[in-house]
Structure formats: structure tokens, C-alpha cells
């Protein structure tokens, strides 16, 4: 009989096993491909930044990703088309250059999903994601007016183009809301990846008697800020946190966490197979723009209450 009974109970088990619903260890996981702006990785800012986004979804999220360079795919446009052929599920485009090719890749493959950071596409298979910068760009003007002893500040452009037009905008209001006398020079290199460049342009603001510098200009700005520390003046990045390349000057960073807009952007993905449509903006209230630590300085409570009103009106929290 206990014979019978335990034949009985592991045929029973084995009937409960059969209809449990089998985990495949070989399941699809998402893929994603990335072609990078001009200068691409390593350049302390943009591309790097874009990247980290990737690797924190890959540790976190559990996705796979791939990566384009200009340097190696020679056009934007053969670089995202053979992002496509690998198989990603979502196309990532880099940098408002990228936008006339990635379109021309969009119409191409119309069922592909892409992400255009940067630009915004009418395109319907292309998610535009920008960022105010101009809101980041304004608690940085700000900052740099209280800070300032000439009440002379210099701003470095990548280029002279809209986006980073955005950002001298913002840095201008921020500052002349502290000081209405305040003067912003302005220069465009035309050039994001030419650090001694940045420096030779650093250097002639500081000429003209700029003690603080804001560079909007990718591995440009690195020679900028590097600059500042070797003349003695004060300086503020860019994009990544990038007071470690100039210890003695970078006071904050203007983030642009485009590493945060990536993930979200993929997080959504994987959890409901789809990507929000049209345009989304990232600013201070959804954690795209921000500033990085204040160091080197410190702020009186009262300048630091003006920064974190300033951050309240924006929809952020404060500090």
C-alpha cells in the first residue's frame, strides 16, 4: 500500500511540475544601440555621459547594448543603419548633427524605433528627448554673478548654433537676476573636441578680465576649465560632474544628465514594449538638469537660499 501511495504522490508532483510555466534561460533580452556624437567617448562630457546610461541599464535593467563612433562608422548615417541590422530593439541618435541622418535611417526602416536626443523629428518612429538647458544654464549664471569680482564672466560655445545658444541664454538671465551691471562675453570655438583650443579662448577671456568661465563645448571645455585653474580663475562644466579635471577651479558643474534620460527612456521600454511618442523635455522638475556639487567655495545662507528658491520656481527641490 505505501508503495502504491508513493507512486501516487510523485505522479501528482510531477502533474503539479508540468503545469508550472517553464523559465527559458536563453529569453530575449532587449538590445540597444547608441551612435555617438562627433568627438564620442572620452570626451568627458556628452558621450560619456550617454554611456553610463547604457551601463546602468545593462546592470540594472538587464539589457544589451551596442555602440557607434564616428571615427570608426565614418557617416552617422552607416553607423545607425548598421545599429539597425544588429537587431536593436530602440536606435538611439546622439547630438542634434546626427538628426538628418537618423532620419534618412527612420524612413528607411519606418517599423524601427529610434530616440533623437538633442533635435526633435516629426518623424513617428523617432522620440525626440531635449533638455532645458537653459534652466540649468540660469542657476549657473546665477552662481557665477555672487562669485564674481570683476562682474566679468565668459561663456565658451561648441558652436554657434540653437542648443547651445540655449545655454548662454539661460547663463545670462541667471546672472544679470543677481547682478542687472553683470557682463557676459561670449565665444564660439565651432570645434567640440579641441581642448587646446578651449584654453587659447579661455585665456583671451581672462584678458579681457573674465575671472569665471561657463564652457558649453565637450572636450573644448575641458581646456577651458584647465585653463582657468592655471590662470587662478574660477570655472564652471559642463554635461558630467567635471570638478576632478580641474580641482583648483571647477566650483560646480551644469549637469545635463542625459545618462538619466537614457534609462528612463529604456525602463519605459522594457516594461511596456513602447516608447513615449512625439517630444519629451527633460528639466530641473524631471532631474535632467542640475548642478553638481558646489566646492572650492562656499555660499553664504543667503545666496544659498536665492539658488534654492530659484531651484523651487523651476519645479525642482531643493537641497
Known amino acids: 500500500m505505501r508503495k502504491y501511495i508513493s507512486i501516487l504522490f510523485c505522479l501528482m508532483l510531477l502533474a503539479g511540475c508540468m503545469q508550472q510555466p517553464v523559465q527559458s534561460s536563453t529569453e530575449k533580452k532587449m538590445k540597444v544601440g547608441i551612435m555617438l556624437s562627433d568627438v564620442g567617448l572620452g570626451d568627458q562630457s556628452f558621450s ?64 524601427q524605433r529610434f530616440i533623437l536626443i538633442d533635435a526633435v523629428s516629426e518623424l513617428k518612429n523617432i522620440t525626440s528627448l531635449t533638455f532645458k538647458e537653459d534652466e540649468g544654464s540660469y542657476l549657473a549664471g546665477a552662481l557665477a554673478a555672487m562669485k564674481s569680482k570683476s562682474a566679468v564672466i565668459g ?46 579662448l579661455a585665456s583671451d577671456l581672462i584678458k579681457e578680465d573674465a575671472d569665471l568661465l561657463y564652457a558649453a563645448a565637450g572636450f573644448t571645455g575641458v581646456g577651458v576649465l584647465k585653463e582657468a585653474q ?57 532631474n535632467g538638469v542640475a548642478l553638481a556639487p ?14 534654492d528658491s530659484m531651484i523651487q520656481e523651476f519645479g525642482g527641490t531643493a537641497k
Open 48 to 111: 560619456d555621459s550617454a554611456f553610463r546610461g547604457l551601463q546602468k541599464s545593462r546592470d540594472e535593467l538587464g539589457i544589451q547594448f551596442d555602440y557607434k563612433e564616428l571615427k570608426d562608422s565614418k557617416t552617422y548615417e552607416k553607423g545607425l543603419e548598421d545599429l539597425v541590422k544588429a537587431g536593436n530593439d530602440v536606435v538611439v541618435g546622439l547630438g542634434f548633427m546626427v538628426q538628418e541622418d537618423l532620419e534618412k535611417v527612420a524612413k528607411q526602416y519606418p517599423k
Open 155 to 200: 561663456f565658451v560655445g561648441g558652436a554657434d548654433v540653437p542648443l547651445i545658444r540655449k545655454f548662454l541664454d539661460g547663463f545670462q538671465k541667471g546672472a544679470m537676476s543677481i547682478n542687472p551691471e553683470v557682463q557676459v562675453k561670449s565665444v564660439f570655438a565651432e570645434n567640440f573636441g579641441d581642448d587646446k583650443l578651449g584654453a587659447k
Open 230 to 286: 592655471r590662470q587662478g580663475v574660477y570655472g564652471i562644466g559642463v554635461d558630467s560632474d567635471q570638478y576632478f579635471y580641474a580641482e583648483k577651479a571647477v566650483i560646480t558643474s551644469m549637469l545635463k544628465n542625459v545618462d538619466v534620460a537614457i534609462y528612463e527612456m529604456i525602463k519605459n521600454y522594457k516594461k511596456s514594449g513602447k516608447l513615449p511618442e512625439g517630444h519629451v523635455e527633460f528639466g530641473i522638475a524631471e
Open 294 to 307: 558646489i566646492r572650492i567655495l562656499e555660499l553664504s545662507s543667503e545666496e544659498q537660499s536665492k539658488l
